[in-house]
């Protein structure tokens, strides 16, 4: 069962005000539009004046604009440090998917996969047995994965709704070796950027130094990892000039000077504000300006680090001994965390760089996100590791600044694998197309970009020009059973799937029957 209390949803927005001031400036707002209303019937008629007021009426309705036609995205995040174990049977109760609306974006990060090397290699030639799990649970759901990234025992998953994948574009990931001096990558950060609707959102996935005494030295990895990523986009090189960043992970900060009876007890009558201010990552939120920019719901669940497996109880394991030395039992803490940062408006200065940073800084008023912490917990009831998976789920309010697709495509008449197929695709906008770009036919359920029937390349001989619309046929390469479909055109520069057809139906061929894939059907019986 999860570890869900009532939490207060957190909200995160740089014009966001108490409820009682919002009410009083609304009454201050309707009062001045009266006045305005008995200003415009005295007005004389100089033609001048009225000009003047329609401008600044148009500037009033182009400010309202701002906050209109705004949309809400839900976010689920997953962190769960694993311990190489095996994923459990199923995960739908750590997905959420009875959850009404339903989500539009996954984001799964995990820490400590199984990498040893033959593992890791096999991993690498096909996709490890967490990606599958996850792909066979949320494709029939109607997720695609979007892209992965992994470093050794580190990896990130990115799910859509299908809707969304035209609109997900400038795809990039990397990582940070901070284990063994930076050479070695059982500890450190791989990250994933991308721009939603135009809106730039960075993942940061870690797995910081261990015990508790490294605490600075969790700090200090942090900001190598935020220095070191860099990524080849002209508006977000790094990690923290993104819109929005969610970090999270085994953070691996841990509950300091409080006695094991003390946490135990505390843990157990739900007590857990008690422990609230000798959690290490909220200690150094007071005196590390960084950390000062992310927030975090309140730890209003159990701790999530050690447990015995399969069990809800906190490391009861004899202690080891080593050369002559007693270890310790773990103590329970917060290890396992998720927390966001809103890009703080740009400061605007008389150097060189001000023109830059107005620009920045206009468009962030223009096209705001706010960003809405709806749970904030941890789920007790997975017990293949000694970590519990935390999860948080936001809303992401937000003006889409992109409405159309780069690309549209076309089904032309009744598909069948009897007879060649034929479609059409149109590119509507510049972006960086190639003679490598191809069509993959789509059975819907698909779980990801490589999970085609067939595929077609596009236009082989030139980049296909705005406007022009190309025709392309399939030969002999359709399946031969009854199903639904799309087409999807994937950009190979960009990494993703760019555009989709309707969905449509190919059609049972008389092939299946000659081959007895299916039974004939003679006068309504089954032969």
Same mark, same amino acid.
């Given at each position: 069962?999860?570890?869900?209390?009532?939490?207060?949803?957190?909200?995160?927005?740089?014009?966001?005000?108490?409820?009682?001031?919002?009410?009083?400036?609304?009454?201050?707002?309707?009062?001045?539009?009266?006045?305005?209303?008995?200003?415009?019937?005295?007005?004389?008629?100089?033609?001048?004046?009225?000009?003047?007021?329609?401008?600044?009426?148009?500037?009033?309705?182009?400010?309202?604009?701002?906050?209109?036609?705004?949309?809400?995205?839900?976010?689920?995040?997953?962190?769960?440090?694993?311990?190489?174990?095996?994923?459990?049977?199923?995960?739908?109760?750590?997905?959420?998917?009875?959850?009404?609306?339903?989500?539009?974006?996954?984001?799964?990060?995990?820490?400590?996969?199984?990498?040893?090397?033959?593992?890791?290699?096999?991993?690498?030639?096909?996709?490890?047995?967490?990606?599958?799990?996850?792909?066979?649970?949320?494709?029939?759901?109607?997720?695609?994965?979007?892209?992965?990234?992994?470093?050794?025992?580190?990896?990130?998953?990115?799910?859509?709704?299908?809707?969304?994948?035209?609109?997900?574009?400038?795809?990039?990931?990397?990582?940070?070796?901070?284990?063994?001096?930076?050479?070695?990558?059982?500890?450190?950060?791989?990250?994933?950027?991308?721009?939603?609707?135009?809106?730039?959102?960075?993942?940061?996935?870690?797995?910081?130094?261990?015990?508790?005494?490294?605490?600075?030295?969790?700090?200090?990895?942090?900001?190598?990892?935020?220095?070191?990523?860099?990524?080849?986009?002209?508006?977000?090189?790094?990690?923290?000039?993104?819109?929005?960043?969610?970090?999270?992970?085994?953070?691996?900060?841990?509950?300091?000077?409080?006695?094991?009876?003390?946490?135990?007890?505390?843990?157990?009558?739900?007590?857990?504000?008690?422990?609230?201010?000798?959690?290490?990552?909220?200690?150094?939120?007071?005196?590390?300006? !960084? =950390?000062?920019? %992310? $927030?975090?719901?309140?730890?209003?669940?159990?701790?999530? *680090? #050690?447990?015995?497996?399969? @069990?809800?109880?906190?490391?009861?394991?004899?202690?080891?001994?080593?050369?002559?030395?007693?270890?310790?039992?773990?103590?329970?803490?917060?290890?396992?965390?998720?927390?966001?940062?809103?890009?703080?408006?740009?400061?605007?200065?008389?150097?060189?760089?001000?023109?830059?940073?107005?620009?920045?800084?206009?468009?962030?008023?223009?096209?705001?996100?706010?960003?809405?912490?709806?749970?904030?917990?941890?789920?007790?009831?997975?017990?293949?590791?000694?970590?519990?998976?935390?999860?948080?789920?936001?809303?992401?309010?937000?003006?889409?600044?992109?409405?159309?697709?780069?690309?549209?495509?076309?089904?032309?008449?009744?598909?069948?694998?009897?007879?060649?197929?034929?479609?059409?695709?149109? !590119? =509507?906008?510049? %972006? $960086?197309?190639?003679?490598?770009?191809?069509?993959?036919? *789509? #059975?819907?359920?698909?779980? @990801?970009?490589?999970?085609?029937?067939?595929?077609?390349?596009?236009?082989?001989?030139?980049?296909?020009?705005?406007?022009?619309?190309?025709?392309?046929?399939?030969?002999?390469?359709?399946?031969?059973?009854?199903?639904?479909?799309?087409?999807?055109?994937?950009?190979?520069?960009?990494?993703?799937?760019?555009?989709?057809?309707?969905?449509?139906?190919?059609?049972?061929?008389?092939?299946?029957?000659?081959?007895?894939?299916?039974?004939?059907?003679?006068?309504?019986?089954?032969?």
């Amino acid at each position: 069962m999860s570890d869900t209390f009532d939490v207060p949803r957190v909200r995160s927005d740089s014009t966001s005000t108490m409820a009682s001031q919002s009410t009083s400036a609304r009454l201050m707002l309707r009062q001045r539009l009266a006045q305005l209303l008995t200003c415009l019937e005295d007005l004389s008629s100089d033609d001048e004046a009225n000009e003047e007021v329609s401008r600044t009426l148009d500037d009033a309705f182009h400010l309202c604009g701002r906050y209109t036609n705004r949309e809400a995205f839900r976010l689920h995040i997953v962190t769960w440090n694993v311990s190489t174990a095996e994923p459990p049977a199923d995960v739908r109760t750590l997905l959420q998917l009875d959850l009404h609306p339903a989500t539009d974006l996954y984001v799964i990060g995990l820490q400590e996969v199984n990498a040893t090397p033959v593992r890791y290699i096999s991993d690498l030639l096909a996709e490890d047995s967490w990606s599958h799990l996850l792909m066979d649970t949320l494709a029939p759901m109607g997720y695609i994965k979007v892209t992965s990234v992994r470093m050794q025992g580190l990896l990130m998953i990115l799910f859509a709704k299908q809707v969304h994948l035209p609109f997900i574009r400038d795809i990039q990931s990397t990582y940070t070796r901070t284990g063994l001096f930076g050479y070695w990558g059982n500890k450190g950060g791989v990250s994933v950027r991308f721009s939603f609707y135009g809106h730039m959102l960075c993942f940061l996935n870690c797995h910081l130094a261990a015990h508790m005494n490294y605490a600075l030295q969790r700090m200090d990895e942090f900001e190598y990892i935020l220095d070191m990523q860099d990524f080849d986009m002209h508006n977000t090189p790094n990690v923290l000039d993104h819109k929005v960043v969610f970090w999270f992970g085994d953070l691996n900060f841990r509950i300091a000077d409080h006695g094991m009876h003390f946490l135990r007890s505390s843990i157990n009558n739900g007590r857990f504000n008690l422990l609230w201010d000798k959690d290490q990552l909220t200690m150094m939120k007071k005196k590390e300006p !960084i =950390l000062q920019e %992310f $927030e975090e719901g309140p730890l209003r669940f159990k701790p999530t *680090y #050690k447990f015995d497996r399969f @069990s809800e109880t906190y490391d009861t394991r004899a202690p080891k001994t080593w050369f002559g030395f007693t270890g310790k039992k773990r103590k329970p803490a917060w290890t396992d965390r998720i927390l966001w940062r809103i890009k703080p408006k740009a400061i605007e200065t008389e150097d060189e760089n001000s023109s830059t940073t107005s620009t920045s800084s206009a468009d962030d008023d223009e096209y705001p996100v706010k960003v809405m912490q709806d749970m904030y917990t941890c789920d007790v009831s997975y017990g293949v590791s000694d970590h519990k998976p935390v999860i948080g789920t936001f809303n992401l309010e937000m003006r889409k600044k992109l409405e159309s697709p780069l690309v549209t495509l076309t089904v032309d008449g009744h598909w069948s694998a009897d007879e060649d197929a034929t479609f059409t695709y149109t !590119i =509507l906008e510049n %972006f $960086e197309s190639s003679t490598w770009d191809w069509i993959g036919l *789509y #059975k819907i359920g698909f779980k @990801s970009a490589s999970d085609y029937s067939t595929f077609a390349w596009v236009k082989d001989d030139e980049v296909a020009a705005n406007g022009e619309v190309v025709t392309v046929q399939i030969k002999n390469e359709l399946p031969l059973l009854a199903g639904d479909y799309v087409l999807g055109y994937y950009s190979t520069n960009m990494q993703t799937l760019i555009a989709f057809s309707r969905t449509f139906q190919i059609l049972e061929s008389k092939r299946a029957v000659m081959e007895g894939q299916v039974p004939e059907n003679i006068n309504g019986h089954e032969k």
